[in-house]
């Protein structure tokens, strides 16, 4: 598929053609370092407790801005 094509898409279509191509990756063949194994067993630790907090997309983008 030509990427002329794939701007023909709806987003819908995008999307789904997005979610074939996610699936499609063997997860076990993605070589992740001993530090971002560490990180991410971190991550799921601290959600399992409910220690995360989550923000919308238009808050940190709103955070990002006002860095600036």
Known sequence: MS???IQSLSN????LLVEQI???IDKNAI?????Q???L???LEQHAKGETKFRSWDEVKKRLH???
């Open 3 to 5: 990427i002329q094509e």
């Open 12 to 15: 819908a279509e995008k999307i």
């Open 22 to 24: 996610w699936d499609s």
């Open 31 to 35: 070589n992740l370092s001993v530090a």
């Open 66 to 68: 006002n860095r600036g």
């Open 37 to 39: 194994k560490k990180e």
């Open 41 to 43: 067993d971190k991550r």
